[in-house]
């Protein structure tokens, strides 16, 4: 590295950045993963998940947004960020409306890995069964919003890959929704199914249609190592859309 | 229909234990203690048939075979056989197909070995008076260890079977619109084949097993929640039974044909439902009958009594030798429902042998589709009988219509009868109600093998209340095992 190179700490171990890279991309090269869901190979950081919370010198900071700086010193691992990641899966749990034991994206999906990554059980908050709309206008695919996340990666993948302004959200607060441009849903837009938006949807929410369960269980991405286990291995910094 | 019920005693029984699912039955007595009206209600409320509206039809199979723990695949299959013609593909390739029936033949086995062994063989093997803390799986395990373990080994190679081509032993994904999404490896196929003799061994004994325990008992059993019905089943185009895929045929108590050759898609030309307000179940029956005259029953002596003979081996010399020892076709004794039981775990038993075999099913051409429909019924023979899934579909590709008959609402009034009947052959008159008889009530149940809310429950906790209730509705007096 240069003689800029950034030097820092993560649970003690030394770590190197380039200038501009985050923290979770310095992370990633240095074979330590950091847990997330709204971050994404290749899209600009957004921060909307707070999954990748890590201390930073004693201050929570989301580190896919923060930049790293010369000797901070980042907890990652520790028992007390466990805990409170696992607090916003399972706020993400009860907000929507998962069914893992019938959703097609089963053992594909990021938030579930997550939540056996973590070892969540039974989500501790009570569940808020929010009513959102199905949009299954457009032939080839479909947006199921009681999945949705609301990371905003269709919208970011859309926009910054697809060069296609289609997808937005509307509302605020537990009202907040993504949306096409268009008040008759998908099938009024240009969106199509090869679109790097449909791929970038890390639950079953923005989905290609008549896929369904095409791929029999023991072969999908997580049934047989965790999400992250590649970054830990050292292997090329994922990108979960593979 | 009992108009007034003051003055009367109420008995009830509930829950109504060693069946899938929770029900209750209601005794009427009056003052003399004779029965005057006996009802099976079913007291869960399920819904499926409304929430999935609206969902993507891919993912039906795999969502409504959440409606049970026991007989999920007869579900996934169901509903499968429907979306194949939804997506134009039920034409399916060898492969597929032969799958498929290597799952439900897998089901059927597993359902069977448990039914027999796990729930009904209790009541068989210590009688039907013995006591309670005895007679269960646990008593089972205890007195006859070679048989427990026989029966549990008999599931246990037909839940591996479903693991192997649905995924999952319970809740599987393997049967998909138009195919399956995977075949059976040559070291799974050789893992089944190792096992198979022993397996197949086992089934031939539990035949006998039931045969000779129905022709010792058959005085008290031939009358035991015994009446003549119809009986329906799928058939194939030749007469053979086939759990799979067929037509509908239905005969009456005397064996005469009422419908034959019916392709199931049609199904609605022939059979209604009636609604009655004590029970979450409805009751269907034969439009061309009436709701007074055309119920029938299902499962495993419907199917034998259906069709003109199954077309593997050791099955039909027992289908014979069930007909030379209790008449002419049709059979309408309630108990003999164990004995035609077996003999469908035999022939499920050499279906896989012939499966294992088949080089097809190794084979990677495994989805089919042509053109697309927007209505389509599936049907299977489940383990406790005919299994219908109707639904409708829209140009974007969500349910908006979906009706479900399984083979327990096909045996309401059935069960209904055997209660009935044995209410008045035992209860009737008596001054004082035991544990016994009403453990009767229930095994006249068992024998239909009754999926009453498609849920599993505890094995050996046989929470069972009987409570009687006065005409003001206070309890006089309880009973309750632990």
Known sequence: MSDKTITFTIDEVEVKA??????????????????????????????????????????????????????????????????????????????????CMFCEKSGNCELQAMGYRLGMMEPKYPRLWPRRELDASHPDIFIDRDRCILCARCIRASREQDGKH???????????????????????????????????????????????????IGQRKYDHRPIGSDIESGAEVPDERK | MVEKTKGLKRVVIEPVTRVEGHGKVSLLLDEQHRVVQARLHIVEFRGFERFIQGRPFWEIPVTVQRLCGICPVSHHLAAAKAMDRIVGGEKLTPTAEKVRRLMHYGQILQSHALHFFH??????????????????????????????????????????????????????????????????????????????????????ASVKLTADYTMEHLAELANFGAFPSSHMSLIRKDGAMDLYHGDLRCIDSTGKTIIDHVDYQDYLQHILEEVKDWTYMKFPFLKALGPEKGWYRVGPLARINTCDFIDTPEAEAARKAF???????????????????????????????????????????????????????????????????????????????????????????????????????????????????????????????????????????????????????????EKARS
């Open chain 1, 18 to 99: 380039r200038p501009g890279q985050t923290i979770m991309e310095a992370a990633d090269e240095a074979a330590i993963y950091i847990p997330r869901l709204c971050s994404l190979k290749g899209l600009s950081p957004f921060g909307a998940c707070r999954v990748c919370t890590v201390l930073v010198n004693g201050r929570p900071q989301s580190s896919c947004t923060q930049p790293a700086a010369p000797g901070i010193v980042v907890e990652n691992a520790s028992e007390r960020l466990h805990d409170i990641r696992q607090d916003i899966v399972e706020m993400l749990f009860v907000e929507g409306n998962h069914f």
């Open chain 1, 166 to 216: 289609i997808l937005g959200f509307l509302g605020r607060g537990p009202h907040k929704r993504v949306t096409p441009d268009s008040s008759d849903g998908l099938v009024q837009t240009d969106a199509a199914v090869a679109d790097a938006a449909v791929a970038a949807c890390p639950v079953g929410s923005l989905m290609r249609k008549r896929v369904g369960f095409g791929i029999p």
């Open chain 2, 119 to 204: 729930l009904s063989a209790p009541d068989l093997l210590f009688g039907f008076d013995a006591d309670p803390a005895e007679r269960n799986i646990i008593g089972i395990i205890k007195k006859y260890p070679d048989l427990a373990v026989q029966g549990v080994l008999l599931r246990k190679y037909g839940q591996e079977i479903i693991k192997a081509t649905a995924g999952k032993k319970i809740h599987g994904t393997g049967a998909i619109p138009g195919g399956v999404n995977k075949n059976l490896s040559i070291a799974e196929r050789d893992g089944f084949l190792k096992e198979f003799d022993q397996i197949f061994t086992w089934a031939k």
């Open chain 2, 323 to 477: 007909f030379a020892a209790l008449g002419a076709r049709p059979c309408n004794m309630t108990m003999a429902y164990h004995w035609a039981r077996m003999i469908e775990l035999v022939h499920a038993v050499e279906k896989i042998g012939e499966l294992l075999h088949d080089r097809d099913l190794q084979g990677t051409d495994l989805v089919t589709s042509g053109p697309r429909r927007g209505e389509a019924v599936g049907l299977l023979e489940a383990p406790r009988g005919t299994l219908f899934h109707h639904f409708r579909v829209d140009e974007n590709d969500r349910v908006t219509m979906c009706n479900l008959i399984v083979s327990t609402t096909h045996n309401n009034e059935a069960m209904n009868s055997a209660v009935r009947s044995v209410a008045a052959e035992y209860i009737s008159g008596k001054p004082h109600i035991t544990e016994g008889l009403l453990n009767r009530i229930e095994v006249a149940i068992r024998a239909y093998d009754p999926c009453l809310s498609c849920a599993t429950h505890a094995l050996g906790r046989m929470p069972l209340v009987v409570q009687l209730i006065d005409h003001e509705g206070n309890v006089i007096e």
